[in-house]
């Protein structure tokens, strides 16, 4: 009997950690949230990287982002993609094309206007391991999909504790693919603009450009 109390009050012991864990991260994430909406725009630059052993695919790459509320504008492996709140439009000068199309609805997906908000919704949080990077502590949270079927294992979310600004992603997808963001940048309400998140159909119509419509 004494060691059936044990263990019960050993699982409620860890349930009750687990519970203030989540807690925790979670408090941690609303902090941040808060934080970015409170900013008028917000721009990144950023460091890419991915990483598949199995498959041999290891790649580095870098880009920037100008977000103000869902629009954006986009810069990676030299193309363009501008979100105006209704359209995104994708622009490739190597090719000389434009393609517009409606913003994706993929729950997984993580597309520029929720760069620094995806965590907000459809995960199950835990505190996770503390770094020191430089002089700043980065905090930790694993965010686990709650959607079984989600192709994503884990994310792991590095927080600049003094900030409160995102530093890194660490991605895990099941087929063993990670993928790392590190910010190298982080500017906020930065002069911008008024054309900055509309697009000219007219400047690349005259320059030659094919337009595709989906």
Do not use: C
Not at 13 to 22: E, H, L, R, S
Not at 108 to 132: C, R, V
């Amino acid at each position: 009997m004494k060691k059936l109390l044990f263990l019960a009050s050993l699982v409620l012991t860890a349930g009750f950690a687990q519970a203030q864990d989540a807690a925790k991260a979670k408090a941690l994430l609303d902090d941040v949230y808060n934080k970015v909406k409170g900013y008028d725009n917000i721009y990144v630059d950023f460091k890419f990287a991915l990483d598949n052993a199995e498959a041999g695919i290891k790649q580095e790459t870098r880009g920037d982002v100008t977000l103000s509320g869902e629009k954006y504008l986009f810069n990676y492996l030299g193309s363009q993609q501008l979100f105006d709140g209704s359209k995104v439009y994708t622009i490739v000068p190597e090719n000389e094309e434009v393609t517009i199309e409606d913003q994706s609805t993929e729950e997984d997906a993580i597309t520029p206007s929720k760069m620094l908000t995806f965590y907000k919704e459809g995960h199950n949080y835990s505190w996770d391991i503390l770094q020191n990077v430089q002089g700043r502590k980065i905090q930790y949270v694993k965010l686990t999909p709650i959607d079984s079927n989600s192709e994503i294992k884990s994310r792991l979310l590095g927080i600049d504790v003094n900030t409160k600004h995102i530093y890194k992603l660490i991605e895990t997808g099941n087929n063993g693919t990670k993928t790392t963001i590190t910010v190298n940048s982080f500017k906020t309400d930065q002069p911008v603009s008024e054309t900055l998140f509309t697009f000219d159909n007219k400047k690349y119509t005259d320059a030659g450009y094919y337009i595709i419509k989906n």
